[in-house]
Every structure is written in C-alpha cells, then in structure tokens.
DNA sequence: GAGTGTGAATGTATTCACAGCA
DNA sequence: TGCTGTGAATACATTCACACTC
C-alpha cells in the first residue's frame, strides 16, 4: 500500500534525492543506500521517503536514475516554471532578483514591487519594479502563485496580507518577524537572524553540555 | 521539576517570543496567552518551552517582561556579541554584509573570503576579504566561532571543511547542496531554492487533496 | 480567580527489521 | 543473494487538562 500519509520532511529530502540524481551521467541504476550515503542520510530513509509516493524501485537493482528523477520532479512540481513576484528590492531583493540557480532550477522572479519612488518604473536586473498597491491587480493579471517578501519587519505583515488576496498560494518570508498566513496558504520563514540565534544557542548548549560531562 | 529535556524547536520560539518582548515598553507583565497571540502559537506552548529552561513565571499574574527578556537572551546566549566570518563575497554574500538586521542582534560579519582577485585585499561594506587560503590562520586569530557560506554550490562543501578544521562551530550554509559537518558542528541549512521546491510541492499537494475530497 | 508548571495523551517522524521478489 | 517496500517499534514534539500557587 502506497497510502501512508507522507510527511511534508520527506519534501525537503525528495529535492535534496533530486539534485543527486541530475548529476548522475552514467549510472542507470542507483540504491536507496548509494543515494543516502550523498545526502548525509541512512538508506531505509530514503525508501521509505519515496514509498510515501509510489513504488518506484525494482526489488533487488535499486531504483532507475532517469525514471525516479522524472517522477520525483513530477512529485515536487519542478518539471514546470514557476513564476515569482518579489516585494522589496532593496538590497537583499535585489540579490535575489540575481541569483542565478533559481532561474537554473525553474523559478522565475518576474515582477517586483516597492515603495521607494526611485525604483519604480526601472528594471532592476531586467525586472519591472512597480508599486506595491499595484499587487493585486499586477498578480491576478499574471496568475502569480507564488510571493517572496523581503521588506523591513515592519511592512511585512501588510506584504503577505497582500499577497494573500491577491491569491498567492505560498509565501518565502525573509522579514525577521513573526508573522501570520491563512491556513490555505503555504507560509515559509528564511529569517535568517532566526537562524544565527539557534546557531548562538547551540554553541552555548553544547559547551554546556560538555561541562556536564566532564562533571559527572 | 526543570530537567525534561528541551527540544530544538524550543529554541525556535524563544528567539520570537525575545522579539516581542524587546518591543514591549510600558507593561511589566505578561501572561503565556498573551505572549502566545504575537507569534501566533498556543499559551500552553509558551509555558512548556518556557518551563524547559527554568520557572521564570509569577502563578496567577504571569511573567515579568524585563526578567523573562533577560532570562531569554541568557539561554539563547544574546547577551553578548558573536563575530561571524564569510565565505563567498558575490551577490548574496555582499547582500548579508550589508543586512543591518544582524548587527542589531548583536552578529557581526568581521571577515570575508572569496577566491576572485579584483576583491581580495580591498573592503566590501566596510569587511575586508581575504583568500580562502587564510581561513584557518585568521579565523583561529580572531577566535571566530561563526561561519556563513555562500559559495557556488561545487565550492560549499570545501568551505565547510575549511571551517570546520579552523574550529568554527556553526556554520549557516546557503549553497544549494547537500554538505556534511561532523556532529560537533552545527550546521544550518539557509538553502533558498530547496524552500522554494518546498512552496511548489505544497501547493501541487494542496490542489490534490482537494480534488481528492471533492471526489470522495 | 487567574495563570503557571507539568504529567499524561495524542500526534508526527524516524529507525528497525524482515518478508518477499528478481 | 541483494535490495526494495513496509509493518512495527521507537523516539520526538505538541496538545490537553488540571493540580497548585499567589
């Protein structure tokens, strides 16, 4: 039975499988322990991630590289292109709007919006800047569905309250603030502050944890 | 009893619930409930993370925000400065040193590597850049413990072992592959396109549940 | 009475272990 | 024999519910 409900961290894995299996040139045939040893994980994760999906192996070979990279981009939504409207092309914006592997990898930033008067009616690295009143009407003409927001904390909450009627159904939050989505909506933090502050907390609990030990 | 074991995601919450705090100026007190509504959790949630860490709460009136605050920033250790170190000074890398929200909670990007000679030896934002080849020297020097990676991904994985031999003992990846750290060192990964795959598999996800359920 | 601190119950994810097939 | 697919067991995280304190 494929029908086990699969968990969204089997997502974050499948893509990780994926980049693996696009580099394969030669190999037709790689197994679910080959494959986990490239991403850091064990080979009973691997198969059980992908049993969520179908059967896709064969018993005793291992899995076909050009099939289960066809049917994984299937299952992420990746053998399309993805169209993306940015809010706030400021600094962290605009590198954003540069960076090339999200063009490689089939999301595309089309239309940016912010409310500083300077930019708006440029192109910035060759995409449009308008105002962000304008995103409803500017999204819903270009059937948007995805939104990416990296504004200052404090016009963040407005951004995906924006975004939201607009119709986008999921959102990349880069603001460091928490912040609120209807449940229909995919919302994704990338708050990177957030990040360094666990990376802060682990340093001090480890040296704690190491003094703990040494202890008794 | 304070000794249950405290999970990661603990962590997660404190830095939000730290933000609200810091903003709070005029009431002394706040309750779990209250706290909880900011960052849109449940106030049993609140209590629990809270309560891993220690009893920092008055029964029947709530928590003193200025003790909590301070309690917060002790666990977290954000009490102090963290000086951080760059590897890969291109658009993003450029785009983090100039990010004033990591200075304002006390991180500090003091140095960069790149391998492109037009930067070496000159400042970028204010950081000066070095080669990679003097990770080690300098980061032990400077007794660095921080490291952020923003390299093209066929260079991440260098980077990381780079650091983690100078004694770096977390590291913020953000090239988009799979890299690997020993497991004294934390690594966090800050993968973008990975985030978006995640956006696009739930909302091709999403589009199937509900036709399943209208079927059904 | 209002609100914390925390066991117990539930839900979710990971790991184990092995039957069964090529 | 080698490797998949997958129940069962375990570990981990969240939610519930309430005794207890100020």
Redo the contacts with the bound molecule.
């Keep these: 039975?494929?029908g086990n409900k699969s968990?969204?961290?089997?997502a974050i894995r499948l893509s990780l499988y994926l980049r693996h299996l696009r580099k394969m040139k030669k190999e037709r045939v790689i197994?679910?322990?080959e494959l986990a040893r490239f991403i850091g994980?064990?080979?009973?994760?691997v198969?059980?991630d992908?049993?969520y999906f179908g059967?896709?192996?064969?018993?005793?070979?291992?899995?076909l590289v050009r099939e289960l990279q066809e049917e994984i981009s299937k299952i992420l939504g990746l053998n399309r292109v993805w169209d993306i409207a940015l809010v706030g092309v400021g600094k962290l914006g605009s590198a954003l709007l540069g960076y090339d592997g999200f063009r490689k990898s089939g999301f595309n930033i089309r239309i940016g919006f912010d409310v500083k008067s300077n930019i708006i009616g440029k192109k910035i690295v060759g995409v449009p800047v308008y105002h962000p009143y304008q995103i409803p009407k500017m999204i819903r003409e270009r059937k948007i569905r995805m939104g990416i927001v990296a504004v200052p904390a404090k016009a963040a909450q407005e951004s995906i309250d924006l975004f939201v009627i607009s119709g986008v159904e999921a959102i990349l939050n880069f603001s460091p603030i928490a912040v609120v989505a209807p449940s229909y909506v995919k919302l994704m933090q990338a708050d990177l502050t957030n990040q360094l502050e666990i990376m802060s907390y682990s340093i001090i609990n480890k040296a704690k944890k190491e003094t703990q030990t040494r202890i008794s």
Excluded: H
């Excluded at 968990?7 to 089997?10: L, N």
């Excluded at 059967?55 to 899995?63: A, D, E, H």
């Design positions: 039975m494929t968990p969204e961290s089997a197994s679910s322990e994980t064990s080979g009973a994760r198969r059980k992908l049993c059967q896709f192996g064969t018993t005793g070979k291992g899995y």
